[in-house]
Structure formats: structure tokens, C-alpha cells
């Protein structure tokens, strides 16, 4: 049982890291604007959509991972205005911009349910002059890794920023955003775009890794991408100088080794919904089981 | 300076619910002005300020800023003017960030919501010598949580905050009531000075009738939507605590509270 763990270890924090990108744009919904984001399962296909048909087409590999950001930009910013301008609830407004993305994937992909892209397609990992200069056992944690620490750094100066301190603002208080003059409204509506727009680049991301795409890859996204940030979070809470960002990574990471353990305990990959389901409602009530303890104390 | 005119309110109309608040309600206040408003539960002090403040709009009539009809306008663009503190400390700071962020906030209100540094580190003297004047060491504490401060420290900055933002008008939604009585006077303290040396239009709901007798030079009795006493400069300040209270007890007797 251990050694299946440990001989699945290299390529279980691969996908701690690829799945990092994903729980990066859920703290931007979730921590940072308090909003539950359900668009998530139609936007994390939605880029492995967009990217896999633009491979499969003969782009080059990251302006298709550009262009699955920017169609999940467009996600986000739909769920917004829908949110913002039509009044819907925060929930609704995500769920039916997710039911509304599984045609559209489907449309984009040419009505194919499952695309594989071949194994001498030019990907982020494979066939590009970066990646062929490393031992193809590094490509992913390398490649990946960087492309991690990348966003992270960039989210952490964004949110240093004026516009980032008005983007936590907006959920931690929206009275002071209305007070410095600000529609609260519009702030929401960018912060769900930048948050798709990061969650599409994870789905292309994984696309472009596992060379398949598969349009129901995105049910229970949402769950495991919060799992990954509220195991982040909770970890590091006691500690100071850890960043939400590098909470975030290392809770995508500690998540998916979770999972691997379950599986290599003797769990069939076909119970990996139902372990993540598990964890989540272990790692929610784990948490209001503490607040009540500190409630009564 | 700062007008409603003839302004009507009524909650949930037309169904048996229905309170007529204000009717042909009319009120100036001159730039410069400080209005002290009491009166009863219900009596439309809350009301008024929402209105005012563009979260509630008038079913009819105007509310004109210097002239010019702001009753349509957004509540986010009227703060460009308006500074507004409420009753819950909470509501004027953002827990989840530090006290020097929260100045920053703050700071940025007159500026653009860009890309630069959210914190200006060349204002982090003034910001500093700004909560020292408060005198509750919040100068030394910058990189606390503003959740992590008492409603009387909350409120304090969510005060140093507004007198960071470029506005002419500081609305006052009894910013003292969750305090305890010495955070309270400590505030009220604040409030006034600020007022002063900014030369700010100030209106402040209270139910402190010492504070609305104290502070300010109008003072307005509000009861079932409209003012019942108005006295201003001289006449407020012949007015004595028991005249006050004497009229403030028939208009409660009469609401049955």
C-alpha cells in the first residue's frame, strides 16, 4: 500500500502543482470576493476546450493557452454581469453560466464529447525548444513549477496594488467601497473574470499535460479546487508570514496527495468524486466543530 | 449646501404594513452647518440620512447638492462628497485588512484605482502623526488587523479614514450608540474637531440628547417624520437639557415608548 503511495508521489505533485493554477482563481472567488463561484465547472473545461482545439488545429501552444484564458475571462465576466446588472444570486448566477458552458465546450470542440491530442503535437510539455532541453522526467514539475510560482508572484503584486486593495475591499466590506466612490458591482464583476480567466488557463493547462480533453472533466471542480484553498488556508492560519498564495499551492498539493493516499488505501479511482466530497464536508466540519469549541470556551 | 425638498416616503405601500414617513418633508442646511437630529424610534432620523446618502431613494421630491438635483444620483458617486459613519464600527473599516491598508484605502479615494502601489509609503508619516492625534496608540500598531481593534478604535479610524478623503458633507448615523461612554466621548470629541478645522457640513443622528446639545450649532427634533423643534446658534444654545427632555418624553409618551 505504501510503496504504490510512494511510487505515485512524483507524478501526485504534478498534479498538486497543475491543479495550483485552479485553486489560485478560487481564492480570488472564494477568500478574497466571498463569492461560491459554480461557473468554475464550465470554465475549467471550457479552457481545456479552447486550448485542445486550437493544439489539434496547429496553434502553437501558449497562444492557445492565451486564448483559453481569455475565453475564461469571458466566463467570469458573463457570471458577473448576470450577478451584477440582472440581480441574480450570487449561486444561480454560476450555475447557469456552468450549464450554459457545457453546450458551448461542446460546440467549440466540434460536438466531440473527448479530443486526445497526439503524442507529436507541439504542447506546453512536449516538443517546444524549452522543454526538450530538460530529462523528460522534469518537464512537468519544472515547466509547471515555474508557471506557478509565475501567477503566484503576479497575484501577489496585483493584490498589493490599489486596484488589488480595492478588489479585498470589496469583499470584506463593501460599505467602503460604495464610500470611496466606487461601484461595488464592477469590482465584483473583475474579480470573477480574473478569476476564470486563471481557472480556463488550469483546465488548458491540464489539457495540454494529460493530452486529452474530455468535456465532463469539469464536474467537481469547484469542490476540489475549495477543498485545495481551505486546507491551504486553515494550515497556515497560525503562521504569519505565509501568503494566501502560497497557502493556496501548498493546500492544491497536500490535497491531491490526500486523494492518492485514499486511492492507494485501496479506494478504485471511481470513488475519487466520493473521496473528494468526503474531504470537503471532513474539512468543513472539521472547522465549525473548532468555532463552536471556541464559541463555548 | 444641502436640500431636500418636499420629500415623501411611505414603507410597503398599499398593503396593510403601510407607514407614511415623510410627507412634504423640507429641510437646508448651509455649508458649514453641524445639525445635531434626535427624536423617537420611527421618527424618520435614519430615513432622512439614507435619502440623503442616495441609499434610499424619495418616493417624491428633491434632494439638491449646491444647486444641482442629486436625487437619481448612484450612492457610490455621491461618496465622492459624502463621508458617512455609521452606528456599526464595523461597517466603516475592512477587518480583514491592516490599519495601514485601511489608511490606504482611504488615501487612494481621490485617486486612480490602478496599478501602482496600493500603499503610498511616502504618506506613512502623515498617517501615523493622523492616529497619534486620536490618542489611542494606533499609530504603533500599523500592521494589525482592523478586525483585531475594539469598536471605540474601529470607529476612531474609520473617522481618520473620512478625514483623509477629499469631502465637503460628513454624515454622523449615531456613530456613538455602540460605544461604550468614555470611547464615546473620546469620539464625539474627534468628530467636532474634525468638523472644525475642515469646515465640513455635518449632520449627526443621535440619541445622545447631551452630545446634540453640546455639539453643533442646530439642533433639530425629528417625531413621525417631521422636525418638531429647529433651533439654530443662539436659540440652541439658551436651549437647557430639561426643555430638551420635557419634549422629548411627550413625543415618546405619545409613540407609546
Redesign the interface.
Known amino acids: 500500500m505504501l510503496s504504490t503511495f510512494l511510487a505515485t508521489l512524483p507524478s501526485t505533485l504534478e498534479q498538486g502543482l497543475l491543479y495550483a493554477v485552479l485553486a489560485l482563481g478560487i481564492m480570488i472567488t472564494y477568500t478574497i470576493l466571498d463569492f461560491p463561484d459554480l461557473t468554475v465547472d464550465g470554465s475549467f473545461p471550457l479552457g481545456g476546450a479552447v486550448s485542445t482545439t486550437l493544439l489539434l488545429r496547429g496553434w502553437d501552444p501558449l497562444a492557445a493557452l492565451l486564448a483559453a484564458t481569455a475565453c475564461g475571462a469571458l466566463a467570469g465576466l458573463c457570471t458577473g454581469l448576470i450577478h451584477v446588472k440582472l440581480r441574480v444570486r450570487a449561486l444561480f448566477s454560476g450555475i447557469i453560466m456552468m450549464t450554459a458552458l457545457y453546450s458551448i465546450n461542446l460546440r467549440i470542440t466540434g460536438g466531440n464529447a473527448l479530443l486526445s491530442i497526439p503524442r507529436t503535437a507541439s504542447t506546453l510539455f512536449r516538443n517546444n525548444a524549452a522543454a526538450d532541453l530538460l530529462p523528460p522526467w522534469l518537464r512537468v514539475p519544472i515547466i509547471a513549477g515555474l508557471l506557478v510560482l509565475a501567477l503566484k508572484v503576479l497575484l501577489d503584486l496585483?493584490l498589493?496594488?490599489?486596484?488589488?486593495?480595492?478588489l479585498?475591499?470589496a469583499g470584506?466590506?463593501e460599505?467602503?467601497?460604495?464610500?470611496?466612490?466606487?461601484?461595488?458591482g464592477n469590482v465584483k464583476i473583475a474579480g470573477l473574470t480574473m478569476a476564470n480567466a486563471l481557472v480556463a488557463l488550469s483546465g488548458a493547462v491540464v489539457c495540454q499535460e494529460q493530452r486529452l480533453f474530455e468535456v465532463s472533466m469539469g464536474t467537481g471542480t469547484m469542490v476540489l479546487a475549495l477543498a485545495s484553498v481551505i486546507i491551504g488556508v486553515n494550515l497556515f492560519r497560525r503562521v504569519e508570514r505565509v501568503r494566501p498564495t502560497t497557502a493556496v499551492i501548498a493546500g492544491s498539493i497536500l490535497y491531491k496527495v490526500c486523494v492518492a493516499f485514499a486511492i492507494a488505501c485501496g479506494l478504485s479511482p471511481m470513488d475519487m468524486k466520493l473521496v473528494t466530497a468526503a474531504l470537503f464536508l471532513g474539512i468543513l466540519a472539521s472547522g465549525s466543530l473548532k468555532r463552536k469549541e471556541k464559541a463555548h470556551a | 449646501m444641502l436640500e431636500l425638498r418636499q420629500i415623501d416616503k411611505v414603507y410597503n405601500p398599499g398593503t396593510v404594513r403601510e407607514i407614511g414617513l415623510f410627507s412634504d418633508f423640507s429641510l437646508t442646511v448651509p455649508k458649514g452647518q453641524f445639525v445635531s437630529v434626535v427624536g423617537s424610534n420611527g421618527s424618520g432620523k435614519t430615513t432622512l440620512l439614507n435619502i440623503l446618502c442616495g441609499s434610499l431613494p424619495p418616493d417624491s421630491g428633491q434632494v439638491l447638492l449646491d444647486g444641482q438635483d442629486i436625487t437619481r444620483q448612484?450612492?457610490?458617486?455621491r461618496?465622492?462628497r459624502f463621508?458617512?459613519i455609521?452606528q456599526n464600527p464595523?461597517?466603516?473599516?475592512?477587518?480583514?485588512?491592516s490599519i495601514r491598508?485601511n489608511m490606504?484605502?482611504?488615501d487612494?479615494?481621490r485617486?486612480?484605482?490602478?496599478?501602482?502601489?496600493?500603499?503610498d509609503r511616502s504618506r506613512l508619516p502623515l498617517w501615523r502623526q493622523m492616529l497619534a492625534e486620536l490618542g489611542l496608540g494606533l499609530e504603533n500598531m500599523m500592521e494589525a488587523r482592523a478586525g483585531s481593534l475594539s469598536g471605540g478604535q474601529r470607529q476612531a479610524l474609520a473617522l481618520t479614514m473620512?478625514r483623509l478623503?477629499p469631502v465637503d458633507f460628513l454624515i454622523l448615523d449615531e456613530h456613538t450608540a455602540a460605544l461604550d461612554p468614555k470611547a464615546a466621548d473620546i469620539i464625539m470629541h474627534l468628530t467636532d474637531r474634525m468638523v472644525r478645522e475642515s469646515g465640513l457640513t455635518a449632520i449627526m443622528v443621535t440619541h445622545n440628547l447631551r452630545f446634540a446639545l453640546d455639539y453643533g450649532d442646530r439642533l433639530l427634533m425629528m417625531h413621525q417624520g417631521h422636525a418638531v423643534l429647529d433651533v439654530r446658534d443662539e436659540g440652541k444654545r439658551r436651549l437647557e437639557m430639561e426643555d430638551l427632555l420635557r419634549l422629548f418624553n411627550e413625543i415618546s409618551v405619545e409613540c407609546g415608548n
Do not use: I, Q, W
Not at chain 1, 460599505?175 to 466612490?181: C, K, R
Not at chain 2, 484605482?113 to 500603499?119: C, S
Open positions: 496585483f498589493s496594488t490599489r486596484a488589488g486593495y480595492l479585498r475591499a470584506d466590506n460599505t467602503v467601497v460604495t464610500a470611496l466612490g466606487r461601484d461595488k | 448612484k450612492e457610490h458617486l461618496a465622492r463621508a458617512r455609521y464595523a461597517l466603516g473599516t475592512c477587518a480583514k485588512m491598508e490606504a484605502l482611504a487612494n479615494k485617486r486612480r484605482m490602478n496599478l501602482r502601489p496600493g500603499t473620512s478623503t
